[in-house]
DNA sequence: CGTGGTCGACTACCATACAAGTGCACCAGC
DNA sequence: GCTGGTGCACTTGTATGGTAGTCGACCACG
């Protein structure tokens, strides 16, 4: 993924700084290329990418409202470790809105509907052929996106994304899942296919199945990385991390 | 409410200004205070509060990102109107997480539980008494609040407040409907006593029929005020307000 | 009287400067 | 060697400049 360039560019480009930053820490945090625990400065970044900290510390800001950093004043900002009861709250939020919307789904989803959403399933057994997970969890969101479209509902879809970042970033954790990619799709293809028949309680039955298996693999990562993990009353004041060496290669 | 004095003393005695100006906007927002389309000049605002344009900015920020404002680069922020369809999204997602929450709460509760929520009920009760709809709507939430936390995912309020912001400022527009408080403390207390009978079903219609008024109420006023609304599609840019007389009176 | 172009005031965005506070490293004294 | 105090480097928070862009009013011109 392109960090410096590609922000650089965009910036010439047009489209704001913030929004850019904001959106480059997002993914890169829920890609666990920014590690929970890690402290990120306001000047460093700024520098980094050639911005001035102005926009930098407004997209800290949006991540501190989206609980994916914790800001500690006067002593520095940090990527938030994963507390599991955020974990949970996030499952209970994707729950309720997926399933909600499925319902609604269920009264009025159309042939062309359907259509679309085996289409999506079609793409995701290609990505599964290339083991390209990257596009495979690219086109989940789109799928959970579009079911939820589909309900009428499509701008709650923002919400759901919050809740989601949470469960995605313990989830990353366990990408060489390969096999599982095939029990997701099928999983997909049962909530198209109840879908399809406007049955109701299959259709519940088959995508909350799908998102509690989601939510179980978070519960095996966490007892092989607690590191990464908070304990839940006990809020982990970070340290500042001591520098005797001064010159860091870069 | 407090507004210059009580920010000026609170900023003195401590706490971020940055959090004082969102909660004071936010308030404001949501009492009506300040009407749908009123522009929110970062310099007025900043040289109105007594600070920097700063954390007023960082504010305006994240109540953007709330839904609350809308802003226009180069051209201004505006407290934003009213969008049927925001209010159709944030229903959905109020009904979604407190009818989920309800039906884990019924399996959860304590008697502990139930004489909490009767107590509130009772001041609820008092505040009708009084004829004192702010206190009423300040028990209301904390009802709601409540109840949540009863489930055990009292983390997920954060989100419901959220949706019910939108759903609030619209509803603020019908206060003089205090025969209604009688009505709403009698559905409150339905969902208590079917909680306290563990009874599912009966507390989901209770709750349901509940949810559902606050809706109905909701739309009553679209059709009295919709000057206050915007249509779905038309996103209707606020022009900038021509100032031909320069000495306006404060 | 109607119309097109210019100018000025205002906007949000970004950059920078200053202030208040924190923890760590270092060093004096024991 | 160990401990306590002091200074420094670094942090976020706040304040203030500077810039590009947009709108509305005004005026010259037809």
New binding site residues.
């Given amino acids: 993924m392109a960090s410096k360039e590609g922000l650089q560019a965009a910036?010439a480009r047009g489209g704001?700084?913030?929004q850019?930053v904001h959106e480059l820490l997002r993914t890169q945090i829920i890609n666990l290329e920014l590690e929970p625990g890690t402290?990120?400065?306001?000047?460093?970044l700024?520098a980094e990418l050639?911005?001035?900290?102005?926009?930098v510390?407004?997209s800290?800001?949006l991540l501190t409202d989206e609980g994916l950093v914790d800001?500690?004043?006067?002593?520095?900002?940090f990527v938030a470790r994963i507390k599991f009861s955020d974990i949970a709250s996030a499952q209970f939020i994707r729950e309720a809105l997926e399933m909600a919307a499925l319902r609604e789904a269920v009264t009025r989803v159309t042939d062309r509907d359907v259509t679309d959403l085996r289409a999506l399933l079609s793409a995701q057994r290609d990505a599964e052929g290339r083991a390209d997970t990257e596009a495979f969890f690219q086109l989940d969101e789109e799928f959970h996106a579009r079911l939820m479209a589909v309900s009428g509902h499509g701008d709650a879809w923002r919400v759901v994304g919050q809740a989601k970042a949470q469960l995605d970033r313990a989830r990353r954790l366990s990408l060489p899942l390969t096999q599982q990619l095939h029990l997701l799709i099928r999983q997909h293809t049962d909530v198209v296919d109840r879908l399809e028949d406007r049955n109701l309680k299959r259709a519940e039955e088959a995508l909350r199945r799908h998102l509690r298996l989601v939510l179980s693999d978070v519960e095996k990562i966490r007892a092989r990385h607690p590191e990464l993990f908070s304990e839940d009353d006990v809020p982990v004041?970070p340290?500042?991390e001591?520098?005797?060496s001064?010159a860091q290669p870069r």
């Fill in positions: 910036r704001n700084t913030r850019l402290a990120l400065s306001e000047n460093d700024a050639s911005v001035s900290r102005t926009p510390r407004e800290l800001i800001v500690y004043p006067q002593m520095g900002t004041r340290r500042r001591t520098r005797r001064p």
